[in-house]
């Protein structure tokens, strides 16, 4: 396998395993009142992601491969950090909301450098960096919005 099937292939596994794990977050979490509301709300987690891999495949060259594995192992880290709210919920029962809002404060805090350390690796310019966190800002106003009615 080359170097750029390798990461096609890893890229693909991260995000299907991060998708899969957020699903389950959105799944267990009490919160969701429709199924309706966790398609949003799942659709606007993974959409910042979408919006980078689409922008990657048409304007970068040859780091697009590299640059998709190492935001795809960003993305899957930042899923993992829900694993245990996932399991609390599963297994005990609890229906802590400072719980959930934690865990998704330490993934978006834990992904914020990790995003911005692949770009640099990539060697591409930091304003994929900045694209993203735009993205993630318009997906999290979008999650207070649309999907929870908050703001």
Do not use: D
């Amino acid at each position: 396998m080359n170097g750029n099937q390798k990461n096609l292939t890893l890229s693909f596994v991260y995000f299907t395993l991060s998708t899969a794990i957020t699903w389950w977050f959105i799944k267990v979490c009490p919160l969701y009142i429709s199924r309706e509301q966790m398609l949003l709300s799942c659709g606007v987690a993974g959409g910042k992601w979408g919006i980078q891999l689409i922008a990657g495949f048409f304007l970068l060259k040859e780091k697009k491969w590299e640059f998709f594995r190492r935001i795809g192992f960003t993305c899957l880290m930042g899923s993992v950090v829900l694993i245990p709210y996932c399991a609390g919920r599963l297994f005990f029962k609890f229906s802590a909301g400072n719980f959930f809002l934690f865990s998704i404060m330490i993934a978006v805090i834990l992904m914020i450098p990790m995003y911005f350390f692949s770009v640099k690796k990539c060697g591409i310019s930091i304003k994929w960096w900045f694209g993203w966190l735009f993205c993630l800002a318009t997906a999290i106003s979008l999650q207070l919005t649309a999907v929870f009615h908050v703001i």
